[in-house]
């Protein structure tokens, strides 16, 4: 196991609706990134969080947005859900410790979510 | 636009035999080249990655890839299979470069099945 935690595990949201993901950076981490996994799909990047800011963002609409607390903890917010974003929310954290470099990202186990 | 591709779905081998993976890439510079393995309802677990240097990379449980600039593959390979390696595995490539986050760009997943 990789120490990168989320919740919840499953989420079943209706149409239109807000959503919060969590989670737990690995210890020692200090950069979070989320990728979105749609069924029969490789992870596409959503967004990266580094010292509490936005570091880099996929094509997603801002209706996808992020945050990174002061324990590097992270939340992924989706506002307005839509039926495509049903899928596995993977969170990665890793350690940057001087510039962008191959940082290995550590995935958590993922939150699926189901837009009905 | 940088893309991986894996051009295999599914990948059946025999226990015992050797494996191949294959995972080839478009990236404009030098990129870096991660394997990940994905268990059923699982987040994806690290293999090996490739930075620089040697061009055979020794990774997890016994798997190995091969860095071929020319070619631009990176395929995973592994002497023997076993029938707990059946998984989907992902190739995924991030770039250097200053504005660069790290982010990882995923190929669509190779299934590997290993009968006894």
């Known amino acids: 196991e990789t120490g990168v935690t989320q919740s919840p595990t499953h989420l079943i949201k209706t149409r239109g609706q807000q959503v919060t993901l969590r989670c737990s950076s690995q210890?020692?981490?200090?950069?979070v990134s989320w990728y979105q996994q749609a069924l029969g799909q490789g992870p596409q990047f959503i967004f990266q969080?580094?010292?509490?800011?936005?570091?880099g963002r996929g094509n997603f609409p801002p209706r996808f947005s992020g945050l990174q607390f002061p324990n590097y903890s992270s939340e992924l917010n989706v506002n307005a859900l839509e039926l495509d974003d049903s899928a596995l929310y993977l969170c990665?954290?890793?350690?940057?410790?001087?510039?962008?470099?191959?940082?290995?990202?550590?995935f958590g186990p993922g939150t699926r979510l189901t837009v009905l | 636009a940088q893309s991986v591709a894996q051009p295999e779905d599914q990948v059946n081998v025999a226990e015992g035999n050797p494996l191949t993976v294959k995972c080839t890439y478009s990236v404009s510079g030098n990129p870096y080249l991660f394997w990940y393995v994905q268990y059923p309802n699982r987040g994806l677990q690290f293999l090996l990655k490739y930075i620089t240097g040697d061009n055979l990379v020794k990774g997890s449980y016994g798997f190995e890839a091969e860095f071929n600039k020319s070619q631009t593959s990176f395929h995973l390979k592994k002497p023997s299979a076993l029938v707990s390696d059946s998984a989907l595995y992902f190739c995924?490539?991030?770039?250097?470069?200053?504005?660069?986050?790290?982010?990882?760009?995923f190929g669509q997943g190779t299934t590997l099945q290993v009968k006894p």
């Open positions: 995924a490539v991030s770039l250097h470069g200053s504005s660069n986050t790290g982010k990882l760009i």
């Open positions: 990665a954290s890793s350690l940057r410790v001087a510039g962008p470099v191959a940082d290995t990202q550590y």
């Open positions: 210890s020692g981490h200090n950069t």
């Open positions: 969080y580094y010292r509490e800011e936005e570091n």
